[in-house]
């Protein structure tokens, strides 16, 4: 995977960021399991891409401008990365509100609070990992 590159290590992170958060999801389903709570998975999954987008929208444009530029509709999407990244997580929350159910407020605020959470842990660090790989490749074999 290192004789890949900066890439193929990238993607790998990602891959077990991913595999984290679905690990940590799936421990705060299992609780509610029984409440058939509506949209806490897909809710949780759509944070996830909308952090991974806000994230790693500004680090790739750095590291991977000149490819960026050769794509059309790519150009929009750096412009205006900070508006979109905030409508994104405008419309997440706004799609919980709606999904609120009136018995389950305790419940589904607190898979609101444990999907952030898992963010923050997760997302955070694959961040600062990729960052730091960005920096300087021998600091992740390290």
């Not at 997580?89 to 589904?108: E, H, N, P, T």
Request: a positive charge.
């Amino acid at each position: 995977i290192i004789y890949g590159g900066p890439l193929a290590l990238m993607i790998t992170v990602f891959l077990v960021q991913v595999k984290c958060f679905a690990e940590i999801i799936n421990i705060g389903y299992a609780v509610y399991k029984m409440d058939n709570l509506p949209w806490f998975r897909s809710l949780s999954w759509y944070f996830l891409v909308a952090s991974n987008y806000f994230f790693y929208g500004e680090s790739l444009v750095e590291q991977f401008g000149v490819l960026i530029n050769n794509v059309d509709f790519l150009p929009f999407l750096v412009r205006y990365h900070r508006l979109i990244s905030f409508s994104m997580y405008i419309i997440g929350f706004v799609w919980f509100v709606l999904s609120l159910v009136k018995k389950y407020y305790l419940r589904q605020f607190s898979l609101f609070a444990w999907t952030h959470v898992a963010l923050l842990v997760v997302v955070t660090q694959s961040y600062l990992i990729i960052q730091n790989m960005f920096q300087g490749l021998i600091w992740l074999i390290m």
